[in-house]
């Protein structure tokens, strides 16, 4: 049976009231993920739980890897995967402790954050004009609105290099170009998700205004107010996803699922062996 991922941000470094919790180190051809994966039960389905910083909170965003993560969640049957990520808003009405479906991002890293499992002989494009799952996040957004959560559907990310935060400059350049949300992790691992055909939403908590906010409105935010909205927004989270789970499909079907079809350009025969043997779980169904 396929499973649910979880991968927790800032904030969100496990999941209350898994059941049955087995621990899975997973090597992968392109190093080790954040930290052993969580498997459980949840809600009657087998979950994945992968904290995207480590335990404790050790990896800087643009060092995490997400080749490994991603490769890690295929290899353990991952169909779908709920990204939870801790964000700046960009706008006043996308508030504090608020949540947002985001369906679309702007890269502003510095690009050094390897992004694709191909190379090595095999060259595939995937198409990435809608990056997200909207099956995904209209799961996300259904159960919020159940429990009467304040949930956007619909957003851009702007995923910043990091890791320090914006300057004023950044923060209302971002504003001017109509960005809603600013955050340091999501736009990678998506984008490896969808070459690995795994459905893929990112669900990002309102922490702050980013920096904008005091510049337009004089008003201070204290470290302690950041503090306390990430951990209301985290609890919200978690019981949000464990209301989700019932919702999800038994089996995927969705596009995400079929990324990979009609997008490698190089034919089979030429697939070298040793970059079969590195996409292992990614390319399974196409050999
Ligand atoms: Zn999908």
Known sequence: MPRIGIIGGSGLYQI???????EVRVETPFGDPSDLLILGRLEGREVLFLPRHGRGHRILPA???NRANIWALKSLDTAWIISVSAVGSLKPGLKPQDLVIVDQFVDRT???????FFG????????FAHPLCESVGQILYTAAREMGA????????VNMEGPAFSTLAESQLY?????????MTQMNEARL???AEICYATLAMVTDYDCWWEAETGQTVSVELVVENLRQSSALAKELIRRSIASFPWQPAC???EALAGAIITERGAWPQESITRLGPILKKYL
């Open 110 to 116: 510095n690009q050094a954050r390897p992004n694709t």
């Open 120 to 127: 090595g002989g095999i060259a595939a494009h995937i198409t």
């Open 63 to 65: 060092e995490v890897n």
């Open 255 to 257: 596009a995400c699922q």
């Open 150 to 157: 304040s949930i956007h559907w619909g957003g851009t990310y």
């Open 16 to 22: 209350e009231g898994l059941e049955e919790i087995r």
């Open 175 to 183: 504003r001017s170009w109509g960005m809603d949300v600013v955050g």
């Open 193 to 195: 998700a969808r070459e």
